[in-house]
């Protein structure tokens, strides 16, 4: 993708704007065909992406070498970020106060496609650009920024520091929790009466399980799967009972057979 910039012809050196083009895309004339951020959506204009980005520490993490801890830290963190996002716009779905999570339901869009880029996973990527759809706002008005939305821009800055070479368990339980948070978009498009982006967050919610099953299965301990893979290759026998620590097992629950006959001793 080529991108160029767009300066201001009062301030030098200033940028107002920027546009796109692919490689192989030729007008013509023999140019690139470019494309302004205003051309590719309403909300995609310098100035709002700005606006969007604006919130946080910008380059925090520049430069910075993460250890694997801090990596998984990060992942945790956007997890619970994720839940926390979800629970409020459920809460406020519930009360018809569907304005106040316009923005967190916004910004998770962006916690989504970091996660994707992240991950590399193509069915994130789809359950992204699903999501995007689910997120637009009408008329591309600027949402008031929320604490959840701050939050979920600044996970999103988080996570394209955080790959892991390996899946862990924390990235299996953000794709999850951020299925839950598609899931509640789903109550608040409804009650917007939004049916197209209600749709749209369904399929997102589909790919995530989707996903979120496939991590649960790949960070799956070894001990765990040799457990679970003896245990359906030699199941118990019926009526065995498990030995359960301060468990005893009583005259009810093991069936020893017939008592042995008691001789009679003499009779009159």
């Known amino acids: 993708m080529l991108v160029r910039t767009r300066l201001s012809t009062r301030e030098p050196g200033q940028v107002t704007g920027y546009a796109v083009a692919l490689a192989g895309d030729m007008a013509r004339a023999g140019g690139p065909v470019w494309f302004g951020g205003g051309k590719l959506a309403a909300d995609l204009t310098l100035p709002k992406l700005r606006c969007r980005w604006g919130t946080g520490r910008a380059g925090a993490l520049r430069g910075v070498d993460l250890t694997a801890a801090e990596r998984n ?14 629970d409020q ?3 406020a779905a519930s009360v018809g ?3 106040s999570v316009t923005d967190a339901a916004w910004a998770a869009s962006d916690t989504l496609h970091s996660a994707a880029a992240v991950l590399g996973s193509r069915v994130v990527r789809q359950a992204a650009d699903s999501y995007a759809q689910a997120a637009r706002i009408p008329y591309a008005r600027m949402p008031r920024p929320t604490p959840a939305g701050n939050s979920l821009r600044q996970a999103a800055r988080l996570l394209s520091r955080a790959a892991l070479v390996n899946p862990t368990a924390a990235q299996a339980s953000l794709i999850v929790r951020l ?3 598609a899931e ?3 109550e608040l498009r409804q009650a917007q009466q939004h049916a197209a982006q209600a749709a749209a967050a369904r399929r997102a919610a589909e ?3 989707a996903e979120g099953r496939r991590l649960g299965r790949r960070t799956e301990s070894r001990a765990t799967r040799s457990a679970r893979l003896a245990a359906e290759s030699f199941p118990a026998q019926p009526g065995a009972a498990p030995r359960v620590p301060g468990w005893h097992p009583t005259a009810s ?7 042995p006959s008691r001789p009679r001793g003499p009779t009159r």
Do not use: C, E, K, M
């Open 73 to 86: 830290a990060i992942w945790q963190h956007a997890a619970r970020t994720a839940q926390n996002a979800r």
């Open 89 to 91: 716009i459920r809460a």
């Open 97 to 99: 106060d569907l304005g």
């Open 179 to 181: 299925a839950a948070l």
């Open 184 to 186: 509640a978009v789903i």
């Open 207 to 209: 790919h995530l399980h």
């Open 253 to 259: 629950s093991s069936w020893r057979g017939p008592a």
